[in-house]
């Protein structure tokens, strides 16, 4: 099983700035890596597709990179709306596993 | 457009068995390719992945509830349904089922199950 390890667990952030999620994965994953935002009392919804590729409808300041087994989730000129908890899951292997969240806090 | 609306107890006791329906529209689980999946979150935890059904009826589980999942489909209803047996506490869960397109595109709202005597 491919365990997802992201980092950090939580961070707390103020709007406008800039932020990095990371997950890495215990063996490589080429681009089968997707991310996910999830808000209290929502379905999950997905941000970024296959590492990198965006997702119609979600706003341009977040973007995906990586392939193998480091993948990175940007969020630029984070807004409020932002405040959620992000999710990294892979599909290249069965189980598909989900890495552990790393929840967003905006000050 | 694709909709998911996942139906069923919203409590259950312990050892008895959990069966939720996942009703689905705007795709076939007889297309070639299409496939459903089972997620599950529990309260302030993390999400779990917990099976997937092909449009072949191809089924894969978690290793760690393979023993107590079964999900099969009907597609003359646009269904598929989830038996999880001998609940747990630890089963307390929102329980979700999405449309799968290598990543989980579409999710239905999730139900809440509640295990306890």
């Known amino acids: 099983e491919i365990v997802l390890t992201q980092s950090p667990d939580f961070q707390s952030v103020t709007p406008k700035e800039t932020v990095t999620i990371t997950c890495r994965a215990s063996q490589g994953i080429a681009t089968s890596l997707h991310w996910y935002q999830v808000k209290p009392g929502q379905s999950p919804k997905l941000l970024i597709k296959s590492a990198s590729q965006s997702i119609s409808g979600v706003p341009s300041r977040f973007s995906g990179s990586g392939s193998g087994t480091d993948f990175t989730l940007t969020i630029n000129s984070l807004e409020a709306e932002d405040a959620a908890a992000y999710y990294c899951h892979q599909s290249s292997s069965l189980p598909n596993t989900f890495g552990q969240g790393t929840k967003l806090e905006i000050k | 457009q694709i909709t998911l609306k996942e139906s069923g107890p919203t409590l259950v006791k312990p050892t008895q068995t959990l069966t939720l329906t996942c009703t689905f529209s705007g795709f076939s689980l007889t297309t070639t390719g299409e496939c459903v999946a089972w997620i599950r979150q529990p309260p302030g935890k993390a999400l779990e992945w917990l099976a997937l059904i092909f449009w072949d009826n191809d089924q894969r589980y978690s290793p760690s509830l393979q023993s107590r999942l079964t999900v099969t489909k009907d597609t003359s209803k646009n269904q598929v349904v989830l038996s999880l047996t001998n609940m747990d506490p630890a089963d307390t869960a929102t329980y979700y089922c999405?449309?799968?397109?290598?990543?989980?595109?579409?999710w239905g709202q999730g139900t809440l199950v509640t295990v306890s005597s």
């Open positions: 999405a449309h799968r397109n290598d990543e989980f595109d579409y």
